[in-house]
């Protein structure tokens, strides 16, 4: 049984995944700041070894590969503010960037050979000229969040080259469902389920036509259990829905699924909205057997009943 580590563990996509890993039989170990409180959660956290900490202490993560035989690592960590000035993007460059690096130098020294990053799909395409982006398809990232994620898939690649680090880089869509953190602001669906249950307006900007593909958290989860098991290392795969649906379809298939009315109030647009972005999967399904699961009127469903009781 082997022994995975994730850091970042007790966010939206760590807790998910660590469950799934759990249910796929195997170790689990999460390093992160704060633990997981959710209640409908605790039987399999007691499954789960916990070590609360912070990332950014190099000395305290040395420990943790030299009291634990760790066999696959995780990371999750995002230290990045995805709209942040020039002048902030700056003053945290060595927290954005710096941090990550020196965390794969780790992981290099302690020989581990199986090493998963989850990059960004949103951002790191960015302005490319594409519509449907295929993972051969130009980056060109038009927010600075983007340029820090392509600097630490090259960085990995690179270390793979040098040292034998094997790695998966997996760009995810927008992923949605349990545990997503309205108050992170993490996610379009999040932030509408949270303002119908506030009874506040839910603010749009531009004029809802932006196109983004969604994908369900337990589908984001399989994709990934199904690379490590299947040995697909070394490549950048995107995982997505292949599916693209705008804002305005969002609210419409909310109100369908809620049942409530929803008060729009449309903003200006900003430099950063891509009019359309949807990804291409056909490298992940031509490589495993994984398919999505969870349509997204179905996913809504499954979301808005667990968001109804938190």
């Known amino acids: 049984m082997e022994n995975v580590l994730i850091f970042g563990g007790t966010g939206f996509i760590g807790s998910n995944l660590a469950e799934a890993f759990i249910n796929s039989s195997y170790n689990v170990i999460v390093f992160d700041k704060e633990k997981n409180n959710y209640k409908d959660s605790q039987l399999i956290w007691e499954k789960i070894k916990f ?181 697909k290392w070394n490549e950048i795969y995107n995982i997505g829905s292949g599916v693209g649906t705008s804002i305005n379809g969002i609210l419409d298939l909310i109100r369908n699924v809620t049942k409530e009315k929803i008060n729009v109030v449309y903003l200006p647009s900003e430099k950063v909205d891509i009019p359309v972005n949807i990804f291409d999967i056909s490298k992940i399904k031509s490589r495993t057997d994984w398919e999505i699961r969870t349509l997204l009127k179905e996913g809504l469903e499954k979301y808005w009943e667990w968001f109804k009781n938190k």
């Open 51 to 231: 070590i609360q900490g912070d990332a950014k202490d190099f000395a305290e993560v040395e420990k943790i590969f030299e009291t634990n035989n760790i066999d696959i690592v995780i990371h999750l960590i995002d230290t990045n503010i995805a709209r942040t000035s020039h002048e902030t993007f700056i003053k945290n460059l060595e927290m954005n960037l710096v941090f990550n690096l020196k965390l794969v130098d780790i992981i290099v020294k302690h020989n581990i050979k199986k090493f998963v990053y989850f990059s960004s799909g949103g951002s790191v395409y960015g302005n490319n000229g594409s519509v449907f982006n295929n993972e051969k398809d130009d980056v060109n990232p038009i927010i600075y969040s983007g340029w820090v994620k392509i600097s630490i898939e090259k960085y990995i690649q690179t270390s793979h080259f040098i040292s034998g680090l094997n790695y998966l880089i997996v760009r995810p869509s927008n992923p949605y469902g349990k545990y997503q953190n309205y108050m992170r602001k993490q996610g379009v669906i999040t932030a509408i389920f949270n303002n119908i249950m506030s009874n506040k307006n839910v603010e749009i900007w531009g004029d809802g036509s932006i196109v983004r593909d969604y994908i369900y958290i337990d589908d984001l989860c399989d994709a990934i259990i199904k690379l490590i098991k299947k040995d």
